[in-house]
């Protein structure tokens, strides 16, 4: 069965940087998309990033484009999001993805991912 653990979280001040990490394991890491998903207290999941690893492809939310990086190491099995300048509004529990279909156009969309993992919680204080 599949299974995905994040880490990396933790409490921050505006304009530090976090790395956070997710462990896959049960599944045919180079087969699927990765992506990392956060949800704030009283809002929805947001779509953060998305990495092709097989196509070489990534994609990023506009609120987060040229702040984080998402890149995996496929001989751990591991997707990171490399987060810098971070702010208070990324305040968030993050959340790992696994998607089976590698092409899409709709990847911001939560509900077309497989595997989730439990989360991590990030915290930027102003």
């Known amino acids: 069965q599949a299974q995905l653990v994040e880490s990396g979280g933790g409490l921050v001040q505006a304009g530090d940087s976090l790395r956070l990490s997710c462990a896959a394991s049960g599944l045919t890491f180079s087969i699927y998309a990765m992506a990392w998903f956060r949800q704030a207290p009283g809002k929805e999941r947001d779509f953060v990033a998305r990495?092709?690893?097989?196509?070489?492809?990534?994609y990023y939310a506009d609120s987060v484009k040229g702040r984080f990086t998402i890149s995996t190491d496929n001989a751990k099995n591991t997707v990171y999001l490399q987060m810098n300048r971070l702010e208070p509004e990324d305040s968030a529990i993050y959340y790992c993805a696994a998607d089976s279909t590698l092409y899409r156009n709709n990847y911001g969309i939560a509900n077309l991912y497989a595997y989730w993992g439990q989360g991590t919680q990030v915290t930027v204080s102003s």
């Open positions: 990495i092709n690893w097989s196509a070489g492809s990534t």
